[in-house]
C-alpha cells in the first residue's frame, strides 16, 4: 500500500522494535521508569525547557497546556484552522471549561498581530481572561516565519498573555528552514510535539514546559486516566524519533515538492506550489472528477488517499521516490 492520507500511518522502524523489545521500565506514575525518565530529560534538553512531559497523543498534549495555562471561564486565543479548536472535540471547553476565541489564518498559516490585538478582553465582568495565545507550526503543511514568532512573543508577552505552540510537526519546520527545533520553540511557554507523525514512533507525543507547567499537566494527565505505567516501552520509540527521525524528513520534504511538480503537469488538477513547504501537498480537483470514485479506483490499485475535491497529499517514511511516480501514472489512468 501506498498510503498519502496522513504522517501518522507511518510504521515503527526496525530499530525502534529492537529498542521497545529490550527497553528498561518501570511504573511511570512513581516516575520510576528509567527510559521514560530519559526521554523527557532529552527532549527538555534539546528543545531548551526545564521540563517534559510524556504524553499518548498530540491532542492530550494540547489539552493539558491548555488546562495547565488557564482556569475555568478563560479562554485561550488560536486560529479558525487550528487542530486545537477544529480537529480536538471541542476538548478544552468540555474538560477544562476553557473558552476557545478562533481568529482568522492567513493564507500563510499566521494570524494578523493586529487581530490578536483586537481580540484580547479588557478586564470586564462580560468577559473571559484571555489568558493564552497559541500558534501551530507548521499548520497545514506551512512554515510561520522565524520574525513573526518572535513578534507574536513579545505582543504576548507586552499584553500579559502565556503563548503555546502546537508544534506537533515542529520538526518538519526547522528541518525546512535549515534550522534547530529549539530556534522555533525559544518563542514559547509551552510546546506539544507529537513523535508519532512523520517521526515514526507508534504513539506518544511531548510537552514542554517550565516546572510549574509540567507539574499541572501531570496532575491532569493522570487525572485524564494518561497515567502509563511501564512506559518505557513506548518511549524506547520515542527517543529514536528525536535522535534518528528528524533529519530524515528532508526526504518527506523532496518527494512533496516532486509529487506537486508531477501534479502540476496534469490539467485536471491545480496546486498552489507556494503552499508546498514541508511533506504536504493539496491539489484542488476541476469539478467534473469524483474524489469518491477516484479514490476507490486508487485503492484498488493500492493507493490510498483521503476522498475530497481539495486533496492533502501527505510524504513520509513509508512512502519513497519511486512511489511518487507509481501514484502520479496511477492518478493519470484513473483520471481519464
Ligand atoms: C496530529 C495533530 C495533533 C494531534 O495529535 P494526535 O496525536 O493525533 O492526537 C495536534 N496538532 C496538530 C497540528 C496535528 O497535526
Redesign the pocket.
Known sequence: MIDFRSD?VTKPTQAMRAAMAQAEVGDDVYGDDPTVNSLQEMAADMFGFDGALFVS??????LLALMAHCERGDEYLCGQQ???YK??GGGAAVLGSIQPQPLNNQADGSILLTDIEAAIKPDDVHFAHTRLLSL?N??GGKVLPQDYLAAAQSLAFNRGLKIHL?G??VANAAVAQGINMSEITQYFDSV?I?L??GLCAPIG?ILLGDERLIAKATRWRKMLGGGMRQAGIIAAAAKLALTDQVERLAEDHYNAKLLAQMLVEIPELTVDMSLVQTNMVFATLSEHINSQSLARTLANKGILLSPSHQLRLVTHNDINTADISIFVNALKQAIR
Open positions: 501518522t497523543s498530540g491532542t492530550q498534549a494540547n487550528a487542530h486545537n480537529f480536538e501551530e507548521t499548520i502546537d506537533a510537526r506539544s507529537c508519532s507523525k507525543s
